[in-house]
C-alpha cells in the first residue's frame, strides 16, 4: 500500500511539475474548419487532448476532401504525439492513414505550434497551427522541395467547438 501511495504521489508532484507552454493549453480542444488542400476543397476536423498519462500531446486529424483541381474525393487522417514539454517545443511522431510514420521537431511561440516533419529518407514538411484569435485557428501546409524551399499545398481555417466536434477514437484493435 504504500508503495502505491509514494507512486502517487511522485506521478502527481511531476504533473504539477510539467510546464506547458500557453499555445500548446490554448489549442487543447475539438476544432472544426474548411480549407483548400493540394487544390480541394476539404473540411477538417481535429482534436488536441493530452495523452499516455498526460506525457504528450496528442492531435487526432482527420481531412475530407471533396473532388477537385482533378482529383477524386479522398479522406485523409492522422495523429501527431508530441512531447513539448519545453517553452520552444520538442519532439513528436506523426502516424498517417497512408501508412506513413514520420518523425517531427515542434517549435513554438506565443500562438503559434510549428511542426517541421519528415527527413532525410521520407518526405519533409511543415505545418503551422496560428492563433488568430482565441477560437480562431489557421493551419498552413507545406511541402519541401527539392531546392529545399517550401511550397504552400493546405490552407485551412477553424473554430473550437464547445460541445461534440470530436475526432472518434480509432476502434479497438483487439489486443494490448
Do not use: C
Amino acid at each position: 500500500m504504500m508503495k502505491v501511495l509514494a507512486m502517487s504521489v511522485l506521478l502527481l508532484s511531476q504533473a504539477a511539475l510539467r510546464t506547458e507552454p500557453p499555445v500548446v493549453t490554448a489549442l487543447l480542444g475539438d476544432w472544426r474548419g474548411t480549407g483548400v488542400v493540394n487544390g480541394q476543397p476539404s473540411t477538417i476536423a481535429m482534436t488536441w487532448d493530452r495523452a499516455v498519462g498526460e506525457a504528450f500531446v496528442r492531435l487526432r486529424f482527420r481531412n475530407e476532401m471533396a473532388a477537385g483541381g482533378g482529383r477524386p474525393a479522398a479522406v485523409f487522417e492522422g495523429h501527431g504525439y508530441y512531447h513539448v514539454a519545453r517553452a520552444d517545443g520538442g519532439p513528436g511522431t506523426w502516424f498517417d492513414s497512408r501508412g506513413y510514420m514520420l518523425p517531427v521537431r515542434v517549435t513554438l511561440d506565443a500562438q503559434v505550434f510549428t511542426s517541421d516533419w519528415g527527413g532525410p529518407t521520407t518526405e519533409q514538411g511543415r505545418t503551422t497551427y496560428r492563433l488568430v484569435e482565441m477560437d480562431v485557428l489557421e493551419v498552413t501546409d507545406f511541402v519541401r522541395v527539392d531546392d529545399g524551399s517550401y511550397r504552400e499545398f493546405g490552407r485551412s481555417r477553424l473554430t473550437r467547438q464547445t460541445s461534440g466536434g470530436r475526432v472518434p477514437e480509432d476502434p479497438p484493435a483487439g489486443g494490448v
